[in-house]
């Protein structure tokens, strides 16, 4: 009885192994499935340009936020991993290594373009994907690199500027005012539309560059632009800097047309900080104020609930981006097939039903919007329907 009792106990034993073994095995591999998805964010959240940056990162977080609430990807959260670049190469390149250590899938960013293009070969080499939905430097067009954006790159708008200075707001003369802190973006801007624009008919446009990060001084720019008496001014910078120059124009008396690049315009900061000078003040962007699709409508619901600010350009391609990248990882966990993923697809729906057209180079074509400041408002005036890509 004592052995038949003992071989009893030993079978129980070897059994409640057996299940504890295999309860493991299973634990670890719901841990593992259930495991973040970890997503690196690289942006300027840090001085004046940050207002923008703050709007990327809302909307983005924001559609991480209804990712995961509706179950992640497989089952697995998205973890976003969020840096500050503070607007320099240096510190882009010195926070994209720490996330690339902290084992990203890959990096939405950044919000400017001269950081992003002192990090696509950090990302070439670490075949890791940068995706901007901001960044529109045409230094990076047509480069087969590990680089999408989902933003007009300038080289492409820049032919819609100048067509909307010379026919819509019929101006023959210009001052263009950029800044140099941000080179890759505000100078291949200018340069481009100044080719246009003179190819259009226009004059040759007055050069007034400054640096923000110098000692700026919105009087001095103020008095070059009203010595040369031009019929219109072109500000490219951020929504700050924008708004006090346009201020010191106003209270200087010009009555000069002004329009603002994207980087500055769509931004809620520029009305706040531009009042009343801002009227009447036109852009193009990405960007459709008066969109009625169902998807803006419930977007820009959202945004202002959890945010307390209207929702701009730069928050709606935060969130656009954020979907794109996400839509990526569900097919493929694979760092280094995410941009196939994307060019693959080709074609993406932004929030305002229109498509967002991708290429082989991961640059982007899409529908741009003629914009204007009326009674403190946003309104849109205009549609351009998208460019074609060049080969």
């Known amino acids: 009885m004592k052995i038949v009792f003992g071989r009893q106990i030993s079978s129980l034993s070897i059994g409640f192994i057996i299940i504890i073994a295999v309860l493991i095995f299973w634990v670890h591999q719901y841990n593992q499935e259930k495991e973040p998805i970890k997503v690196g964010l690289s942006i300027t959240l840090t001085g004046r340009p940050s207002t923008f940056g703050v709007h990327v990162r809302n909307g983005i977080t924001l559609a991480q936020n209804q990712l995961n609430q509706a179950g992640g990807i497989g089952g697995r959260p998205i973890e976003l991993i969020i840096k500050d670049d503070k607007g320099k190469p240096e510190q882009a390149l010195r926070v994209d290594q720490e996330l690339l250590d902290a084992g990203v899938a890959a990096i939405i960013g950044h919000s400017l373009s001269t950081p992003t293009v002192a990090s696509v070969p950090l990302m070439n080499n670490n075949r890791r994907l940068l995706i901007s939905p901001t960044a529109s430097t045409a230094d990076l067009s047509g480069s087969d ?4 954006r989902i933003t007009t790159p300038v080289d492409i708008k820049a ?23 941000n080179p890759n973006y505000t100078v291949s801007l200018f340069r481009y539309f100044k080719q246009e624009f003179e190819e259009l008919g226009g004059q040759p446009p007055i050069a007034t560059p400054f640096n923000s990060k110098d000692n700026f001084s919105a009087p001095k720019i103020v008095q070059k632009i009203i010595s040369a008496d031009p019929e219109g001014v072109f500000i490219i910078s951020n929504a700050i800097h924008a708004a006090m120059i346009t201020q010191h124009l106003r209270s200087a008396g010009s009555k000069v047309k002004i329009i603002v690049s994207q ?21 193009l962007a990405e960007f459709n104020a008066e969109s009625n699709s169902k998807s803006f409508i419930k977007l820009k619901a959202e945004y202002e609930h959890h945010f307390g600010s209207p929702i701009g350009s730069a928050s709606q391609r935060g969130y656009e981006v954020a979907q794109i990248l996400f839509s990526a990882l569900s097919e493929t966990e694979d760092p280094a097939k995410l941009k196939a993923a994307i060019i693959r697809r080709k074609v993406f729906e932004s929030v305002d039903g229109n498509p967002i057209i991708i290429d082989d180079f991961g640059d982007v074509a899409r529908t741009l919007y003629i914009l204007e400041i009326k009674n403190r408002k946003i309104r849109t005036t205009g549609r351009i329907e998208p460019r074609a890509l060049k080969n």
């Open 145 to 148: 690199d590990f680089f999408i």
């Open 159 to 181: 032919p819609s500027l100048a067509t909307l200075a010379l026919d819509k707001l019929e101006l023959q003369t210009i001052a263009v005012v950029y800044d140099l802190s």
């Open 263 to 283: 980087w500055g315009f769509p931004d809620p900061a520029f009305i706040k900080n531009g009042g009343n000078a801002v009227e009447g003040a036109v852009s």
